[in-house]
C-alpha cells in the first residue's frame, strides 16, 4: 500500500524557515520522481517544486526560486521542502506527491499518490 505523509508545517513570521517532510512508503522510492504542491485558500492547487528520481532534474516555481529547495533522501525513503524567507503569500497547505505526473520533472502520474497535506501560515 503506498502511503505518502507530510509534516512540518506551522506557524512562521514572515522571513523565517520552515522544512517540510514526506516520508514514503509502499514503492520503490528511487524509482519515481517527487513533487511538493501547495494550495492557498480560495485557490487552485499550483505546482512547487519538482525532483526526478535520479536527483539532478530539478523544477520550481517562479514564485519560491532561490528561496525554497527540494531535496530527497533515497535510504530513508523522504523528500524534503527547505523554505526560507517565506513570504504571507506561501501560507497554503502544502501536499506531497509521488510521481504526481503535473508538470515538469514531476513523473509520468503512474503512481499519482498524494498526502494529506501540512499546513503553513506565515504571518506578516
Known amino acids: 500500500q503506498v502511503q505518502v505523509v507530510e509534516s512540518g508545517g506551522g506557524l512562521v513570521q514572515a522571513g523565517g524557515s520552515l522544512r517540510l517532510s514526506c516520508t514514503t512508503s509502499g514503492f520503490m522510492f528511487d524509482q519515481y520522481a517527487l513533487g511538493w504542491f501547495r494550495q492557498a485558500p480560495g485557490k487552485e492547487r499550483e505546482g512547487v517544486a519538482c525532483?526526478?528520481?535520479?536527483?539532478?532534474?530539478?523544477w520550481y516555481d517562479d514564485t519560491v526560486k532561490g528561496r525554497f529547495t527540494i531535496s530527497r533522501d533515497n535510504a530513508k525513503n523522504t523528500v524534503y521542502l527547505e523554505m526560507n524567507s517565506l513570504k504571507s503569500e506561501d501560507t497554503a497547505t502544502y501536499y506531497c506527491?509521488?510521481?504526481?505526473?503535473?508538470?515538469?520533472?514531476?513523473?509520468?502520474?503512474?503512481?499519482?499518490?498524494w498526502g494529506q497535506g501540512t499546513l503553513v501560515t506565515v504571518s506578516s
Open positions: 506527491a509521488a510521481d504526481p505526473g503535473i508538470g515538469r520533472y514531476c513523473g509520468v502520474g503512474i503512481l499519482d499518490a
Open positions: 525532483l526526478g528520481n535520479s536527483g539532478r532534474d530539478i
